[in-house]
């Protein structure tokens, strides 16, 4: 398999790179998260290693930035941030799997080659669906009931994200970090203007709504 290593700590990086080359593999490797995110989306990786604390971009955000651009590559995530809260967070944002610092080599390599294979085995889905509602990730068009809605695109990467989450509550906290890449609350009414104007579009004319408020935790797509 072909790797991408994003790792700051140069000595770590290299004991890595050359670990992962005795094990078979081919090691790439960036020592910034803006040189990391910038290999991945050449999307030619069978498996991305990324360290949780980066300069200039950080891991999560580089996940963020690649699933946004719908490339699927799995991603192991390495921090010394290990706790349930902080797995929680990278495995929202996007991560695969999530090994915390420090961590055995052969369980390193045992996660690589398994999230490798898992994804050579699996063909990436290129359409959502949720009730009468389909996206289409490639041509990024949207239907329900097989009429076409027209979004823009911050309303297009909303509704992906609450379909990819059918059936479970999206808090607001969520929208902010994986829509619009906030990690803290600004104050404002973004959400509530776009869920509105979203809610107009793929509700209008139909019976019964698909985008749903639930009171004091969120918002939810009906998936069936």
Same mark, same amino acid.
């Given at each position: 398999?072909r790797?991408?290593v994003?790792?700051?700590d140069?000595?770590?990086a ?6 992962l +080359?005795e094990?078979g /593999?081919?090691?790439d490797h960036a020592?910034?998260?803006e =040189?990391g995110?910038?290999?991945a989306?050449?999307?030619? /990786?069978?498996?991305l ?7 200039? @971009?950080d891991g ?10 719908? @490339?699927?590559t799995p991603?192991?995530?390495l921090? +010394?941030l290990?706790?349930?809260d902080e ?6 944002a ?6 915390? #610092?420090?961590y055995?080599?052969?369980e390193l ?7 490798g /294979?898992r994804?050579? =085995? ?8 949720a +009730? ?14 097989? #009429?076409?809605?027209?979004?823009q ?5 909303l ?5 990819r989450?059918a059936g ?8 902010l =970090?994986?829509v619009?890449?906030y990690?803290?609350?600004p104050?404002?009414n973004?959400i509530?203007?776009?869920i509105?104007?979203?809610?107009a ?5 139909h019976? =019964?709504?698909?985008l749903?408020t639930?009171r004091?935790a969120?918002?939810m797509?009906?998936?069936?």
């Amino acid at each position: 398999m072909r790797i991408l290593v994003i790792e700051d700590d140069r000595e770590a990086a290299s004991w890595l790179v050359k670990g992962l +080359a005795e094990a078979g /593999h081919v090691a790439d490797h960036a020592a910034d998260g803006e =040189e990391g995110l910038g290999l991945a989306l050449e999307a030619v /990786h069978d498996v991305l290693i990324v360290d949780r604390m980066l300069p200039r @971009i950080d891991g999560l955000t580089i996940i963020r930035k690649l699933r946004e651009h719908n @490339i699927q590559t799995p991603v192991l995530i390495l921090s +010394a941030l290990a706790d349930v809260d902080e797995r929680v967070k990278g495995l929202r944002a996007g991560g695969d799997d999530y090994l915390g #610092k420090p961590y055995a080599f052969a369980e390193l390599i045992a996660r690589v080659e398994n999230l490798g /294979h898992r994804a050579k =085995e699996a063909p990436q889905a290129t359409r959502l669906k949720a +009730a009468d509602l389909e996206i289409d990730l490639l041509t990024r068009t949207v239907t329900r009931a097989g #009429k076409p809605i027209l979004l823009q695109p911050r309303e297009f990467k909303l509704l992906e994200y609450l379909v990819r989450n059918a059936g479970h509550i999206v808090t607001r906290t969520m929208l902010l =970090e994986n829509v619009w890449d906030y990690h803290f609350d600004p104050q404002t009414n973004v959400i509530d203007v776009h869920i509105s104007r979203l809610r107009a579009k793929i509700d209008k004319g139909h019976d =019964e709504p698909i985008l749903q408020t639930v009171r004091g935790a969120g918002y939810m797509i009906r998936d069936k």
